[in-house]
């Protein structure tokens, strides 16, 4: 069974960046699966932001379009979560998952 990983959260300013991995145990993973992104804000129930299939199509949460983006690098192990111009209410623990694969989650703080 794969295993998911997310990195690259932490405390950011709003207006400011930051750039989700979710790196994959098995390579070229994402090339035959989708990937999903997930988020729970504090004191909330998890909500969809974002996902890509393997063909790489892509959609995303009204409340995260045009500042989010998806995507995967060459080799289909890794899927990233590129999210701009973030607000304090993107602040959440934000995990990846592929089918019934899940990762264990990032923190994403954003101050006012």
């Known amino acids: 069974q794969v295993q998911l990983v997310e990195s690259g959260g932490g405390l950011v300013q709003s207006g400011g960046s930051l750039r989700l991995s979710c790196t994959a145990s098995t390579f070229g993973f994402f090339s035959h699966n989708a990937v999903d992104w997930y988020r729970q804000p504090p004191g909330k129930q998890r909500e969809f932001v974002a996902f890509?299939?393997?063909?790489?199509?892509?959609d995303y949460a009204d409340f995260v379009k045009g500042r989010f983006t998806v995507f995967r690098d060459s080799a289909k192990r890794v899927a990233y979560l590129q999210m701009n111009n973030l607000n304090p209410e993107d602040t959440a623990v934000y995990y990846c998952t592929s089918g019934p694969n899940w990762g264990p989650g990032t923190q994403v703080t954003v101050s006012s």
């Open positions: 890509m299939t393997s063909a790489g199509t892509k």
